[in-house]
């Protein structure tokens, strides 16, 4: 989030596009009904089902899944069509408008239409609302990344605020709501396979970095690998682990994986569940860390699983980062129960048989402070650094004076400090960044510009036209010693930059000088790393709409994508919608989290939704004499096949079926119930609707398409 929950009450209009934060944020929703009722800001929903969110709105659009890029590049066109862009804002502060400009241009709210589904009346109606509500807060969730262009569709978001000049203001920004309640922590930390903690990437400069802060040889980190390639090599990724098992479609590994572990995940979150199932069978070792069996515990059947059971987050304190990257710190509320050990000792155990405690814990004798201490002076990227345990826990202890709109503490022990420092806070003494980008103020209040990061100049090699990345003359925080752009900061201590120089002088220094460690620049609609560099539509792989695929086809096929082979172009066939004609998707409700393992193991919840269900449109229904609660058959085209209760709302239009994916402990048609440990069988199981999230995985990130495949319904 570039601002925070809180900042959303100063919007003059909301839109939400693929989030239903009435059920998987529901406590964000006091911030966004105070908005509508105080500021009488519209709240556009965006979304292929009439939402609870949708029910609180002033507009809702419906839209085609997997279309968002679409919409926005209409939006966009419409908003430059009729002179609405922030002229200023983009002159000043925007790289790669010209170029984006065109690209919208094709866009009209016609071909809009045709794409999304949505009138080319509402596209222009909707453009206009954005452009006299200004500023507007724009929030995205998983109905925005969960498609093959996921990453295309989410820069068209930032796009969009960028032309209406709603970056780094109060009320506006893209504020993306996180899911657990420590996934920007995780994230921060970067507990993923193409990057070292902190955003800091994979690259011998961030190992040597790290291995600085950890006070631990380099030469013996490399000696960890097998060869020193395979330390700058991504790794698999969460979502298709289970290749590196089956061996079907080509890997680039030495050998195949042999053993996992999954540490708090509940396995039934993976698309293509059935083969994650045959993958689980063929593991030599698999260890669920968890304090409920997950539906991987159940579906396991050969002999290979260990079950940890650990300690829930009440059982255990340590500082924890929320969706508005403000850091707060978790107090222990019991003593872990029935012999769990937590977390950290499980950790602990384990690294102690691995043979390297010693450097493991070379800097942390108190744990947790001592672990937040340690990631803060490395995390410099983005500013961990000025939150230690001792400031987080005297922010907890004050919340009460800190105000509820600003976040800034009024008076007290923490005058002047906004709530949890949320990031960056680079030094002791800052107060913490409430809103990203905000040049109104000074760096050292909570300001910040935008960051340099890829070169000073960009060079269009075609016309030999170059553009200036740095801001323009004259913009730039208060107090600041150059009135304009500049680069980042390096080479206060020779040799360093202000990311790598652990001293913090360089830091420092940019602040002594009121200006930014990492330089003050442009925001760019120009990735020329990616492949769309401009982003665009492309139709979801498996698309209702064949005829659009000569037009917006997908991407060739790319190898080694995370170590897997990833189809694009191949998988995309014209006529698998004879076969499946319906859209796929899938979401939340909001009395289950995730996989389910915990909430179905609730006996309260379990109650209110015990069963699991697919949402079907009454006319579907009706010309197919299906009736509502009566069992149906939904297959994938990659032969998953579950029996679910068909739930007739109108909720969804009559192309489309929507599941929630909290279910598990059924394996198409077949009951796991007695797979799991005895007397610790959740109260309520169902089948997974991962079992049908088709095939699609996005060009960046590898997230799962899950909420645009094909289906097709029966009868049970
Ligand atoms: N109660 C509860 N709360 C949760 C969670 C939970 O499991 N239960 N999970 C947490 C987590 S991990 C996360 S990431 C968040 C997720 O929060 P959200 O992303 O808000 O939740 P979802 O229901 O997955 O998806 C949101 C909406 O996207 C819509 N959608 C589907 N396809 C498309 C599309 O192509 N375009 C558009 N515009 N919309 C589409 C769906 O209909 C759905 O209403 O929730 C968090 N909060
Ligand atoms: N079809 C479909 N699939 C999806 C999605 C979708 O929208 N549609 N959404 C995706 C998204 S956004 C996400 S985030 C994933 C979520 O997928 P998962 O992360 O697999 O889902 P959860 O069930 O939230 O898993 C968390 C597990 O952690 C355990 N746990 C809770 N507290 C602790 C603790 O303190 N320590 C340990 N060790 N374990 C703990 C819980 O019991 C639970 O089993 O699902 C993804 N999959
Ligand atoms: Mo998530």
């Not at 570039?2 to 900042?7: A, H, Q, V």
């Not at 507009?59 to 908003?79: E, H, K, Q, S, Y």
């Not at 919340?399 to 600003?406: L, M, P, R």
Request: one cysteine or more.
């Amino acid at each position: 989030m570039t601002n925070s929950l809180n900042d959303m009450r100063h919007a003059k209009s909301l839109i939400f596009i693929g989030s239903n934060a009435a059920e998987a944020h529901p406590i964000s929703m006091q911030h966004i009904l105070h908005a509508k009722e105080v500021n009488n800001a519209p709240i556009i929903v965006v979304d292929p089902r009439f939402t609870k969110l949708a029910a609180k709105a002033s507009d809702f659009v419906r839209i085609r899944p997997g279309t968002d890029a679409a919409f926005m590049l209409g939006l966009i066109n419409v908003i430059i069509q009729n002179g609405w862009q922030d002229k200023e804002f983009i002159e000043t502060r925007v790289a790669g408008y010209e170029e984006m400009a065109v690209v919208a241009a094709d866009y009209t709210p016609e071909a809009v239409e045709e794409i999304t589904g949505i009138p080319a009346s509402e596209t222009v109606r909707i453009a206009k609302i954005l452009a006299t509500n200004r500023p507007t807060s724009l929030t995205w969730c998983m109905g925005g990344t969960q498609h093959h262009i996921g990453s295309s569709i989410t820069r068209t978001f930032c796009i969009l605020q960028l032309v209406l000049g709603n970056m780094g203001k109060s009320g506006g920004g893209t504020n993306i709501f996180r899911g657990h309640d420590n996934v920007q922590g995780a994230t921060d930390m970067c507990v993923l396979s193409h990057s070292l903690p902190a955003y800091y990437g994979l690259s011998d400069g961030s190992w040597k970095h790290w291995c600085r802060v950890w006070d631990v040889d380099y030469d013996w980190m490399v000696s960890r690998f097998k060869e020193k390639k395979w330390m700058n090599a991504k790794g698999f990724t969460l979502s298709r682990w289970y290749e590196g098992v089956l061996q079907e479609e080509k890997i680039e590994q030495y050998t195949p994986l042999k053993a996992v572990i999954q540490w708090g995940c509940g396995s039934n979150s993976n698309s293509q569940y059935h083969r994650v199932k045959r993958a689980l069978d063929m593991l030599d070792l698999y260890v669920i860390i968890d304090p409920f069996p997950t539906m991987a515990a159940a579906a396991c059947e050969s002999d290979n699983v260990y079950l940890l059971p650990c300690s829930s987050q009440y059982e255990t304190s340590g500082s924890v980062t929320s969706t508005s990257r403000q850091i707060q710190w978790r107090h222990k509320i019991v003593d872990p129960i029935a012999g769990c050990k937590d977390d950290y000792e499980i950790m602990a155990e384990l690294v102690k048989r691995l043979g390297f405690a010693d450097k493991f814990y070379k800097n942390i004798k108190q744990v947790p402070e001592d672990i937040t201490l340690e990631l803060g002076r490395g995390s410099l990227t983005i500013g961990y650094n000025g939150q230690t345990p001792d400031r987080i826990k005297k922010h907890m202890a004050n919340w009460h004076t800190f105000d509820i709109e600003t976040l800034q503490a009024k008076g007290g022990p923490c005058d002047g400090e906004y709530y949890g420092m949320p990031w960056p806070c680079w030094t002791t003494e800052h107060p913490g960044t409430p809103i990203l980008y905000d040049i109104s103020k000074e760096v050292t209040k909570g300001g910040l510009p935008f960051r340099n990061r890829f070169g000073l100049e960009k060079k269009y090699d075609s016309s030999g036209r170059t553009e200036n990345q740095l801001a323009a003359v004259g913009v730039a925080n208060p107090g600041c010693e150059v009135q304009g752009g500049y680069p980042e900061f390096k080479d206060v201590v020779p040799g360093t930059n202000w990311k790598t120089d652990l001293s913090q002088k360089t830091l420092k220094e940019a602040l002594r000088r009121g200006m930014a460690p990492f330089g003050n620049a442009r925001a760019r609609c120009v990735v020329w790393t990616f492949p769309d560099q401009v982003p665009i539509h492309r139709e979801p792989l498996h698309t209702p709409r064949p005829d659009l695929i000569e037009k917006y086809p997908t991407y060739e096929d790319k190898p080694n994508h995370y170590r897997v082979h990833t189809r694009y172009k191949s998988e995309q066939k014209p006529d698998l919608v004879k076969e499946f004609p319906l859209v796929l998707t899938t979401g939340r409700m909001v009395e289950h989290m995730g996989g389910g393992a915990e909430t179905r193991s609730n006996k309260y919840l379990s109650e209110l939704q015990p069963e699991m269900y697919a949402e079907v449109n009454p006319m579907l229904a009706n010309n197919m004499g299906i009736r509502d609660g009566e069992e149906i058959w939904i297959e994938s085209p990659e032969g998953g096949k579950i029996r679910v209760k068909a739930k007739l709302t109108e909720r969804v239009d009559e192309k489309t079926i929507f599941m929630p994916y909290h279910f598990g402990g059924v394996l198409m048609g077949r009951s796991l119930a007695g797979n799991y440990p005895k007397g610790h069988e959740p109260y309520v199981i169902g089948e997974a609707a991962n079992v049908c999230t088709n095939y699609g995985y996005d060009i960046i990130t590898q997230i799962q398409a899950t909420k645009d495949g094909l289906c097709k319904v029966s009868k049970a």
